[in-house]
């Protein structure tokens, strides 16, 4: 047998390839090979347990005398008829009792069942004598498999026969090392197939982005705006619509630039094809790219299969990239090629293809000034600003508010299943002053809001807003205005509106003092509490 230093040498050198391998079967090898030089094993294998705990499986065989005796019957059940462990067969001993079974010669022995292995002798000319299997065992004490070693040379001139004694514990130990390192290399393995699977499950969620994108195409949902200065930038729009032009939409957040990409889509004649929008700022550049443009598998790691791009998809149709000023410098080269020659070229492609895709990009930020700072390409903007549309804030257009209100609270009521929300006109007169920063998402917002905090049929009152908007005072005396709510009302409901308004500020004035507010109003104090019903003006809680 070995000698101590030589012992010490094989353990350091097991370690490391223990330490270093991941793959479970060079890992085995390398177990098999150290467990034979330590022993002078001529052979050794081991046998790992399957998933369902049925049955061992020989996964790596060697023997230097006779390789063609390397391999096992292949399979050992681990259970007998009437479901009792097969304690008979050493290799389901050793695996079940955690214990090192270590035989001088095979055909000496009888207390278990080697027929198989004599079988195997007898068909392979071999002739097995000392046995020896210990168990894989992982550290809670979760049988993994065993390793056997076959014939054991004690001395140089090749005597068979037990393992020692003082070896027993190093081949135990060096086993429950093994165990460990295989029990670290299936989980490597399953991890690998894990991100594999989940690659593979990416890119079909990618996919289905791109079909929801697709199908998703246009809303019917309406235009909603009069003024003026509204109906000038639709005009313009509709008129883009006709012409084979890229478009640029220019406004603050929420003016409703994707609702005018989608108009000029319903305008033209690209109609019944897709309409496909994407936030160029949404995505880091590579996804981005692989979104917009496609890839061939392989081009990156976790593009396993072949993918169209958002270009592909909404050929024919309409493409609308929204913040197009955080769009990389190397994609908007890519899209001016698109708008140039009507071509892109897939991530990981060598071909260009052809393409027939509307561009209509928006923006809310200078491109003028990203151009002096080198991040938005000239000959770019030169393109996309052919004709250039831009849509005015609410602010410019107040008198759009109440009937913007109205669309979205019906439309609200629709999806709450009631049939509308009314509001008190000190709420009305609010939301018509306040000057929204965020647009025409914020008033909508402001209406979603509302609707979930009325109760029952409540009509929708100051406390129903947000503070910042019930706190603008409405100024004494309340001289009516080109810009209000009134301007789009009824006489009638606009003298109510106003009346309550009126009404409201003598109370403030009155500290909520109905006899003194009615005094000043110069009416009864029964027609007061009256009128206070009818408008749902109340103290502020
Ligand atoms: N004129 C309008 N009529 C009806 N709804 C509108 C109108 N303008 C905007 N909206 C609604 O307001 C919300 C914001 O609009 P949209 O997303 O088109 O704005 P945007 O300018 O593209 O915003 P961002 O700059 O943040 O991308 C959407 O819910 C949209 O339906």
Same mark, same amino acid.
Request: hydrophobic residues 45%; glycine residues 6%.
């Given at each position: 047998?070995q000698d101590?230093?030589?012992?010490?040498?094989?353990?350091?050198?097991?370690?490391?390839t223990l330490?270093?391998?991941r793959?479970?079967?060079?890992?085995?090898?390398?177990?098999?090979?150290?467990?034979?030089?330590?022993?002078r094993?001529e052979?050794?294998?081991?046998l790992?347990?399957?998933?369902t705990?049925?049955?061992l499986?020989?996964?790596?065989g060697?023997?230097?005398?006779?390789?063609?005796?390397?391999?096992?019957?292949?399979t050992?059940?681990v259970?007998?008829?009437?479901?009792a462990?097969n304690m008979?067969?050493a290799?389901?001993?050793?695996?079940v009792?955690g214990?090192?079974v270590n035989?001088?010669?095979l055909y000496?022995?009888?207390?278990?069942?080697?027929s198989a292995?004599y079988?195997?002798?007898?068909?392979?000319?071999?002739?097995t004598?000392?046995?020896?299997?210990?168990p894989?065992?992982?550290?809670?004490?979760?049988?993994l498999?065993?390793l056997?070693?076959?014939n054991i040379?004690?001395t140089?001139?090749?005597?068979?026969?037990?393992?020692?004694?003082?070896?027993e514990r190093?081949?135990a130990s060096?086993?429950?090392?093994?165990a460990?390192?295989?029990?670290n290399?299936?989980?490597?393995?399953?991890?690998?197939?894990?991100?594999r699977?989940?690659?593979?499950?990416?890119?079909?969620l990618?996919?289905?982005n791109?079909r929801? @994108?697709v199908m998703?195409?246009?809303s019917d949902?309406?235009?909603?705006?009069?003024?003026?200065?509204?109906?000038a930038?639709?005009?313009?729009?509709?008129?883009?619509?006709?012409?084979p032009?890229a478009?640029?939409?220019?406004g603050?957040?929420?003016?409703?630039?994707?609702v005018f990409?989608?108009a000029i889509?319903?305008f033209?004649k690209?109609?019944?094809?897709?309409?496909?929008a994407?936030?160029?700022?949404?995505l880091?550049?590579?996804?981005?790219?692989s979104?917009?443009?496609g890839?061939?598998?392989?081009?990156?790691?976790?593009a396993?299969?072949?993918k @169209?791009?958002?270009?592909?998809?909404?050929d024919?149709?309409?493409?609308?990239?929204?913040?197009?000023?955080d769009?990389?410098?190397?994609l908007?080269?890519?899209i001016?090629r698109?708008?140039?020659e009507?071509?892109?070229r897939?991530?990981?492609?060598?071909k260009?293809?052809?393409?027939?895709?509307r561009?209509?990009?928006?923006t809310?930020?200078?491109?003028?000034? @990203?151009?002096a700072?080198g991040?938005?390409?000239?000959?770019?903007?030169?393109?996309?600003?052919?004709?250039p549309?831009?849509?005015?804030?609410?602010?410019?257009?107040?008198?759009?508010?109440?009937?913007?209100i109205?669309?979205?609270?019906?439309?609200?009521?629709?999806?709450?299943?009631?049939?509308?929300?009314?509001?008190?006109?000190r709420?009305?007169?609010?939301?018509?002053?306040?000057?929204?920063?965020?647009?025409?998402?914020?008033?909508?917002?402001?209406?979603e809001?509302?609707?979930?905090?009325?109760?029952?049929?409540?009509r929708?009152?100051l @406390?129903?807003?947000?503070?910042?908007?019930?706190?603008?005072?409405?100024?004494?005396?309340?001289v009516?205005?080109s810009?209000?709510?009134?301007?789009?009302?009824?006489?009638?409901?606009?003298?109510?509106?106003?009346e309550?308004?009126?009404?409201?500020?003598?109370?403030?004035?009155?500290g909520?003092?109905?006899s003194?507010a009615?005094?000043?109003?110069?009416?009864?104090?029964?027609?007061l509490v009256?009128?206070?019903?009818?408008y749902?003006?109340?103290?502020?809680?």
């Amino acid at each position: 047998m070995q000698d101590p230093l030589a012992v010490a040498e094989e353990l350091i050198e097991l370690t490391t390839t223990l330490a270093t391998e991941r793959r479970l079967e060079a890992l085995l090898g390398a177990v098999v090979s150290s467990a034979r030089r330590l022993t002078r094993a001529e052979g050794g294998r081991v046998l790992v347990l399957d998933r369902t705990g049925r049955h061992l499986h020989g996964l790596i065989g060697q023997n230097e005398c006779a390789p063609e005796a390397a391999a096992f019957p292949d399979t050992v059940s681990v259970y007998s008829e009437g479901n009792a462990f097969n304690m008979r067969d050493a290799n389901v001993f050793s695996a079940v009792t955690g214990q090192i079974v270590n035989l001088a010669d095979l055909y000496d022995y009888t207390n278990f069942d080697v027929s198989a292995l004599y079988a195997h002798d007898a068909r392979t000319g071999y002739r097995t004598r000392s046995f020896v299997v210990a168990p894989l065992w992982n550290v809670e004490g979760v049988t993994l498999g065993v390793l056997q070693l076959i014939n054991i040379r004690l001395t140089p001139d090749g005597e068979i026969g037990a393992l020692p004694k003082a070896f027993e514990r190093i081949v135990a130990s060096f086993a429950a090392h093994a165990a460990v390192a295989m029990a670290n290399a299936r989980l490597f393995e399953e991890n690998r197939q894990l991100i594999r699977q989940l690659d593979r499950k990416n890119a079909d969620l990618a996919q289905e982005n791109t079909r929801l @994108k697709v199908m998703a195409t246009v809303s019917d949902d309406q235009v909603v705006g009069e003024s003026p200065v509204f109906q000038a930038a639709l005009d313009l729009a509709r008129r883009a619509a006709s012409a084979p032009v890229a478009v640029l939409l220019l406004g603050e957040t929420g003016t409703g630039k994707e609702v005018f990409a989608q108009a000029i889509h319903r305008f033209g004649k690209r109609r019944g094809r897709p309409f496909i929008a994407q936030n160029c700022a949404a995505l880091p550049e590579t996804l981005l790219e692989s979104e917009l443009f496609g890839h061939r598998k392989g081009a990156f790691s976790g593009a396993v299969a072949d993918k @169209k791009g958002l270009v592909h998809e909404a050929d024919g149709g309409t493409l609308f990239l929204d913040e197009i000023g955080d769009m990389p410098l190397a994609l908007q080269a890519k899209i001016l090629r698109l708008l140039e020659e009507g071509s892109v070229r897939r991530l990981g492609d060598t071909k260009l293809e052809k393409v027939d895709v509307r561009i209509v990009a928006a923006t809310n930020a200078d491109l003028p000034q @990203k151009i002096a700072q080198g991040s938005f390409r000239e000959d770019l903007y030169y393109r996309l600003s052919v004709f250039p549309v831009q849509i005015p804030p609410l602010r410019q257009r107040p008198s759009d508010i109440p009937k913007l209100i109205d669309f979205f609270l019906t439309r609200i009521a629709k999806t709450h299943g009631r049939s509308s929300f009314a509001l008190t006109p000190r709420a009305l007169d609010a939301l018509c002053r306040w000057r929204y920063p965020g647009n025409v998402r914020e008033l909508k917002n402001i209406a979603e809001r509302a609707a979930l905090l009325v109760d029952g049929d409540e009509r929708i009152d100051l @406390k129903h807003l947000p503070a910042n908007l019930s706190a603008t005072q409405a100024p004494d005396i309340v001289v009516p205005s080109s810009t209000t709510a009134a301007n789009h009302a009824s006489l009638r409901a606009a003298v109510r509106h106003y009346e309550a308004i009126v009404i409201e500020n003598r109370l403030r004035e009155t500290g909520w003092n109905q006899s003194r507010a009615a005094e000043l109003l110069q009416i009864s104090r029964r027609s007061l509490v009256e009128k206070l019903q009818r408008y749902a003006i109340r103290p502020p809680s």
